[in-house]
């Protein structure tokens, strides 16, 4: 358990300091420099409430199912889409609409891949 704990703390370090020197290096990304604490801040909170929910449930092992990376990618998904649309002062609105455009297409893309493929 702890072996995990000291991967997953140097992971995160290594993480954050990938993102500081490249907005360090890109001159042409610092305007979204501001907002990069807020999306590093979003996902932290988001792994902490995570982690205690395991933690208090006490398993043994973290499994992986297909539904739980669905549902962390549309979430990760849904976070890039909103905080792009602040980067450009667009309305909250956007962002949703954004989401759910990527979504279907998403959808639709699987669904031709299922046709053309189960004959």
Same mark, same amino acid.
């Given at each position: ?29 610092? %305007? ?20 205690? @929910?395991?933690?208090?449930? %006490? ?21 890039? *889409?909103?905080? @792009? ?8 609105? *956007? ?25």
């Amino acid at each position: 358990m702890k072996g995990n704990l000291w991967k997953t703390i140097v992971l995160m370090l290594f993480s954050a300091i990938i993102i500081y020197f490249y907005y360090g290096i890109f001159v042409f990304h610092r %305007e979204f420099a501001t907002y990069k604490y807020l999306y590093i801040g979003i996902i932290a909170f988001l792994y902490i409430v995570y982690k205690a @929910y395991y933690i208090f449930l %006490e398993y043994d092992r973290v499994i992986f199912t297909g539904w739980k990376i669905l549902s962390f990618f549309l979430l990760h998904l849904f976070l890039l *889409s909103v905080l @792009y649309f602040m980067f450009n002062g667009s309305p909250g609105v *956007s962002g949703f609409i954004l989401f759910f455009k990527i979504c279907i297409f998403l959808f639709l893309i699987s669904s031709l891949n299922i046709i053309l493929f189960s004959f």
